[in-house]
């Protein structure tokens, strides 16, 4: 049964080891963010860092897993039809609004969305990581500096993923202005 997540919401749950995960952009260029947590021991969870090193790409795509912060496979990409996702940047916030988009008002978040749909697994908001950050198109310039482009993901692109242990599964329809092309718009999930 496919799931939907309204624009700049979330949502968490349970995926076995085993079972697949598909996210979809039904309407296209709309980013989600995922966060992973080992389902018996919340201290284990997804690393940037770790998977950046392991699979010695930045750009993560089919044929890549994600990896913890304990040097462990999490899940898997079976199949990814758009091909671009970022693993640097974090879960915007209300702070990243103030700082780099310069709005003093309360703006919707992918963090909040995230820690507040982890809160009924004990997960607080300090222990949420960067979040891989699906069909996002982060692009690099030769001096470092990174700028976020639209998403060049199209209407039914889709990511699969295979669980490689029991895991909490957190997802958002990302608020971020920049991440999506200047509109908002939902994401749709289904576990296989």
């Not at 970022?86 to 310069?102: G, V």
Request: with cysteine; hydrophobic share 35%; charged share 25%.
């Amino acid at each position: 049964m496919v799931c939907k997540i309204e624009k700049q919401t979330g949502v968490a749950f349970i995926l076995k080891k085993g079972q697949n995960l598909k996210v979809i952009d039904p309407q296209g260029e709309q980013v989600s963010d995922m966060v992973l947590f080992n389902a018996n021991d919340v201290r284990e969870k997804i690393s940037s860092g770790k998977t950046l090193d392991f699979e010695e790409n930045l750009l993560i795509t089919k044929g890549n897993f994600l990896w913890s912060n304990r040097s462990r496979k999490m899940i898997e990409i079976l199949e990814d039809t758009n091909g671009r996702n970022d693993f640097l940047l974090a879960p915007c916030s209300p702070e990243t609004f103030q700082i780099m988009y310069k709005n003093p008002k309360y703006h919707p978040s992918c963090f909040e969305n995230l820690y507040t749909n982890l809160a009924p697994y004990r997960i607080e908001p300090d222990d949420v990581p960067t979040a891989f950050n699906i069909f996002m198109n982060v692009q690099f310039q030769p001096n470092g500096k990174l700028s976020v482009d639209p998403p060049t993901s199209k209407p039914g692109d889709f990511v699969l993923f295979q669980a490689k242990m029991d895991l909490i599964v957190a997802l958002t329809a990302c608020s971020a202005e920049d991440s999506n092309n200047g509109s908002f718009k939902p994401i749709h999930y289904e576990i296989l």
